[in-house]
Nanobody, 117 residues
Framework: VQLVESGGGLVQAGGSLRLSCAAS????????MGWSRQAPGKERLFVAT????????TYADSVKGRFTISRDNAKNTVYLQMNSLKPDDTAVYYC???????????WGQGTLVTVSS
């Protein structure tokens, strides 16, 4: 499994960014995809997940109403639309994939998002 993130960068508070995660290496119909983030000195936490087959989503309370996760089956790509960004959203964002029932996660290399105040 290969996951390649893109779309990070520097944005002012209140702005928007869209992250992309291009997935390859197998068929992902039985996978759950997710975005997690890790700020300096803090643990990595999931912010959003989506099931590849049905598109069911979950969100961390900290991003609910501001972030939207989606997927494009034809492009094998997962997106994270981030609106109303806050300085607290500054982190390295990682794409992750896990097959249903598995405790094994595949991770991308991460993309840095910096939100200035």
């Amino acid at each position: 499994v290969q996951l390649v993130e893109s779309g990070g960068g520097l944005v002012q508070a209140g702005g928007s960014l869209r992250l992309s995660c291009a997935a390859s290496g197998r068929t992902f119909s039985n996978y759950v995809m997710g975005w997690s983030r890790q700020a300096p000195g803090k643990e990595r936490l999931f912010v959003a997940t989506i099931t590849w087959r049905g598109g069911s989503t979950t969100y961390a309370d900290s991003v609910k109403g501001r972030f939207t996760i989606s997927r494009d089956n034809a492009k094998n790509t997962v997106y994270l639309q981030m609106n109303s960004l806050k300085p607290d959203d500054t982190a390295v964002y990682y794409c992750a994939a896990s097959e249903y029932g598995s405790s094994l996660y595949y991770w991308g290399q991460g993309t840095l998002v910096t939100v200035s105040s």
